[in-house]
């Protein structure tokens, strides 16, 4: 298996604009996870699907940020309008089980809003 | 918070030692896993440990949890350059299957 796919690797954008960051999970595996890391916080959970139903999204900053899992094999995490504070490294993380087992991450999307 | 938190912060040391790092946690927990993640990468599971066991290995790590402590303890052993990454701890309080805590990691270096 591929591993998780994330795309894009890396992403410039201007304040305002709209970012739809993607996520490909591993076959099979039945949660999905969204986290967001920087230095000041560490890694924060956003957000996470079991069966392409998100369960728990309180840890989605605001309204401007929204996370949809139309299908097992596919997951976006849009940014809308974007700000500089949002400017961080963005993991999707899948696992078979959700916490009981390890989860796979991908190599991150690096956002910077300026 | 119930984050747990990971000491010391930083950790150099040289090539073949041993490298330990410990994980604090505040309360009862389902299980502990330790991530490391290369500088740039993704995180990569190393080991999961459930709370009624004690010990696991895997290769050159070994892993120790102390629940009456609320600790648990990473050692590397025979440490190598490539080891060079950050290393964390996420605990599982139990209840809702997403809810994996990071702490904020151990930055540790392997001078050749």
């Known amino acids: 298996d591929a591993g998780v796919i994330q795309s894009p690797r890396h992403e410039v954008t201007e304040m305002g604009q709209e970012v739809t960051l993607r996520c490909k999970p591993i076959?099979?595996?039945?949660?999905l996870f969204w986290y967001r890391q920087t230095m000041m916080r560490g890694l924060e959970l956003l957000i996470y699907?079991?069966?392409?139903?998100?369960?728990?999204d309180s840890g989605m900053p605001e309204d401007r940020f929204s996370a949809k899992m139309p299908n097992a094999s596919f997951s976006t995490l849009k940014i809308q309008p974007s700000e500089p504070r949002d400017s961080a490294v963005y993991f999707c993380?899948?696992?078979?089980?959700?916490?009981?087992?390890?989860?796979?991450f991908g190599p991150g999307t690096r956002l910077t809003v300026t | 918070s119930q984050q747990g938190e990971e000491d010391p912060q930083a950790l150099s040391i040289q090539e073949g030692e041993n490298a330990t790092m410990n994980c604090s946690y505040k309360?009862?927990?389902?299980?502990l896993q330790w991530y490391r993640q290369n500088s740039g990468r993704g995180l990569v599971h190393l080991i999961l440990?459930?709370?009624?066991?004690r010990e696991k290995h895997s290769g050159r790590l070994r892993v120790t949890l102390d629940t009456s402590k609320k600790s648990s303890s990473l050692l590397i052993t025979a440490s190598r350059a490539a080891d060079t990454a950050s290393y964390f701890c996420?605990?599982?309080?139990?209840?809702?299957?997403?809810?994996?805590?990071f702490g904020k990691g151990t930055k540790l270096s392997v001078k050749p």
């Open positions: 076959s099979g595996h039945d949660y």
């Open positions: 993380a899948s696992s078979f089980g959700g916490v009981l087992y390890e989860q796979y």
């Open positions: 996420a605990t599982y309080y139990g209840g809702s299957q997403g809810n994996l805590i």
């Open positions: 309360t009862s927990i389902n299980n």
């Open positions: 699907f079991n069966n392409n139903v998100p369960i728990d």
């Open positions: 440990i459930r709370s009624n066991e």
